[in-house]
């Protein structure tokens, strides 16, 4: 489908303890993307933002920034998920027909919180709550259950972390750009066997913004805007107990339909960039599976073939990822706004060369229990 | 009185450092009241078995999520099972965690059960913990119909 594009990006520079304030950065990041599609604020018609009140500290957090996103005179709504639904929603908006220049906003200050105490609180009060369960040691229990049914190493999995941190060195706006060895990531310090500190993503502050238009809107105003070809999202079990955390169900059944609506038959051939949430180094190989890069348990042997490098036939995180920057709402939108920049061939130092389909992931939910995908192209 | 050097730090920018106090209660509903029920006064763990699919829920629900259809048997599952997937937390923060790290935690499926449970493990060294290991659920003495009734699982000897 060419009926919506995405016409303007931006992203802050992520970063541990950003002085700025909530508003401040969606502010930086609202304006950066009015001068990248060449619109000022009057050219908006309507706003999505996506703030989660727990991240935030506030009760109805996205109130709090309507001024600095330029939208409270005009339509606007929260979505209160990773970022790519509050693209999902943006689009929504644009295909309705109500609207034709959509703004969507995604900020974190996962720095100001404790994100233990804030990830304890996904689980269920009455329940597991109470076992101190967190992002970290419940993808641990993911991570195991991975490696013990599909026969995946810590290695492999440490192998992401490399690729990621390295790939990071060639991005101006990533957290953690670091040259490390698979060696450092397995002697990196164990905060839930099997997770490294080095198999994680780090604390980092930071907002993107995307703006988005209907065809004749884009087609007006820009020569080669960049086209959402398909979106396509699913949600698993919401208790840990009731799935097989080694299985991407939910995944591959996002993917399918975004790949449906893409038109989208061999993904290894016909996507030349992946953006996927790698919140943990395991995570990616898993994500590789369910969005149809290699086969079931597989996730291991393709990152051993050097496919999803910066040199290989597909390569999955130029950005570093989100191991490199992981600015919790805003991580997913990200992902978004580094395939629209692969897309324009505007990627500098990690640009992949001649890149025309890209795909981008976002996930929501403990162990990925939701996932969104988003293919691009040009 | 002006702001001091010291409290800007290096960005030239303050830091409002405060607490959310967020009192709350929540209803465990039916089939989690009688669930907690059986654990607190007879230290038996009870599923609810969807009469579609067959799938033994534990905790119960009272709804088959897969089939979307109400569940009212009630089995009993064993108290023993099989451990699926295991950690070592080793990071402390405070005011979450029901023990001093570190502390091991899995996901059981217990006999008869479909869906895991995820809860603690104990009486084990780290280093001994083994996916596919023989669990049996340890109650406290002391029950107070909450998810810590169950005390840890406990490595089974044959
Ligand atoms: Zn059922």
Redesign the interface.
């Given at each position: 489908m060419d009926e919506v594009a995405i016409i303007g990006v931006a992203q802050t520079r992520y970063q541990r303890?950003n002085?700025?304030s909530h508003a401040e950065m969606a502010y930086e990041v609202t304006r950066k993307a009015l001068e990248d599609a060449g619109l000022t604020i009057d050219d908006i018609d309507n706003t999505v933002t996506v703030c989660n009140d727990f991240w935030d500290?506030r009760t109805i957090s996205c109130m709090t920034i309507t001024e600095a996103t330029g939208s409270h005179k005009v339509p606007t709504t929260n979505v209160e998920g990773d970022g790519t639904y509050g693209a999902l929603m943006g689009a929504m908006r644009l295909l309705s027909g109500l609207h034709e220049v959509t703004l969507v906003v995604a900020q974190s200050k996962v720095s100001e919180g404790?994100p233990?105490?804030i990830t304890?609180a996904m689980f269920d009060?009455?329940?597991?709550?109470?076992?101190?369960?967190?992002a970290?040691?419940s993808s641990?229990?993911?991570m195991?259950?991975y490696m013990?049914k599909y026969g995946i190493t810590e290695e492999q999995c440490a192998k992401v972390s490399v690729k990621n941190h390295k790939n990071a060195k060639s991005n101006p706006y990533a957290h953690m750009p670091l040259d490390i060895t698979v060696d450092d990531v397995l002697k990196s310090r164990?905060?839930?066997?099997?997770?490294k500190l080095l198999d994680t993503s780090p604390v980092s502050d930071g907002a993107c913004a995307i703006i988005m238009a209907v065809d004749e809107v884009a087609k007006k105003r820009y020569s080669k805007p960049v086209w959402i070809r398909g979106i396509g999202h699913c949600a698993d079990?919401y208790?840990?107990?009731?799935r097989d955390?080694a299985e991407v169900d939910a995944l591959v059944s996002a993917a399918r339909r975004a790949y449906s609506m893409a038109g989208i038959q061999d993904p290894v051939r016909e996507i030349d960039v992946a953006e996927v949430y790698d919140a943990f180094s395991y995570m990616e190989l898993m994500w590789m599976e369910g969005l149809g890069f290699c086969g079931r348990g597989e996730g291991g042997a393709m990152i051993d073939s050097g496919m999803t490098g910066m040199n290989g036939a597909l390569p999955v995180n130029p950005s570093g990822g989100v191991l490199s920057a992981h600015p919790v709402q805003a991580a997913g939108l990200a992902r978004i706004a580094e395939a629209v920049l692969q897309l324009r061939g505007k990627a500098d130092a990690r640009q992949v060369e001649g890149a025309t389909v890209a795909l981008a992931h976002g996930i929501e939910g403990a162990c990925g229990q939701g996932h969104c995908v988003f293919v691009l192209g040009r | 009185m002006a702001v001091s050097s010291e409290e800007l730090g290096n960005?030239?920018?303050l830091k409002y450092p405060s607490r959310?106090r967020l009192p709350?209660t929540?209803h465990?509903?039916k089939a989690?009241s009688r669930f907690y029920q059986e654990i607190k006064d007879h230290c038996k763990i009870w599923g609810t078995k969807c009469p579609r699919c067959g799938w033994v829920?534990?905790?119960p629900r009272e709804t088959c999520?897969r089939c979307f259809l109400d569940i009212d048997e009630w089995v009993e599952v064993g108290d023993a099972g099989t451990l699926?997937?295991?950690?070592?937390?080793?990071?402390s923060?405070p005011?979450?965690?029901?023990?001093e790290p570190p502390?091991a935690?899995?996901?059981i499926k217990l006999d008869g059960a479909g869906?895991?449970?995820?809860?603690?493990l104990g009486e084990i060294e780290?280093e001994d913990i083994r996916?596919g290991m023989r669990v049996q659920a340890v109650f406290r003495e002391v029950r107070e119909g909450?998810?810590?009734d169950i005390k840890y699982f406990k490595p089974l000897r044959s």
């Open positions: 303890d002085p700025a500290g404790i233990a105490v304890n009060p009455v329940y597991e709550r109470s076992l101190g369960l967190d970290i040691n641990a229990l993911q195991r259950r013990s164990v905060l839930a066997d099997p997770i079990a208790h840990l107990g009731d955390l | 960005t030239g920018t959310i709350y929540w465990a509903g989690g829920y534990v905790p999520p699926l997937t295991y950690t070592i937390t080793r990071y923060v005011g979450i965690q029901p023990h502390y935690l899995g996901i869906s895991g449970l995820v809860h603690l780290p996916v909450n998810y810590l």
